[in-house]
């Protein structure tokens, strides 16, 4: 069961994190898409990405699933308490 959880804690960790990789995409292209249609030329680079998501995104992913995980935690574990009716 600990092995169990310790994958399901890495694959939740590993979700949230992609999720804001992913959302850093989007802000990225975004702003470029602002200044494209402002002033004329589209600025998006795939370092500026990189450099959001390792600057705090990688922190931000890891956050939001150690704590997803712990609310499941608690929740299987309460289900477990309560005798059934």
């Known amino acids: 069961m600990l092995k ?3 994958f399901s804690l890495f694959k939740v960790i590993l979700s949230c994190q992609i999720l804001f990789l992913i959302g850093d995409f989007v ?10 249609f ?3 030329f589209f600025p998006f680079s795939w370092s500026d990405v990189f450099a959001s ?3 705090s995104g990688y922190v931000g992913g890891f956050i ?12 299987e574990r309460k289900n ?4 059934p009716k």
């Open 80 to 83: 477990q308490k309560v005798p």
């Open 64 to 75: 939001l699933g150690f704590g997803i995980w712990i609310k499941i935690w608690l929740k």
């Open 38 to 40: 402002k002033k004329g």
């Open 4 to 6: 169990n959880n310790f």
């Open 27 to 36: 802000v990225e292209i975004l702003a470029a898409m602002i200044i494209f």
């Open 53 to 55: 998501f390792f600057d």
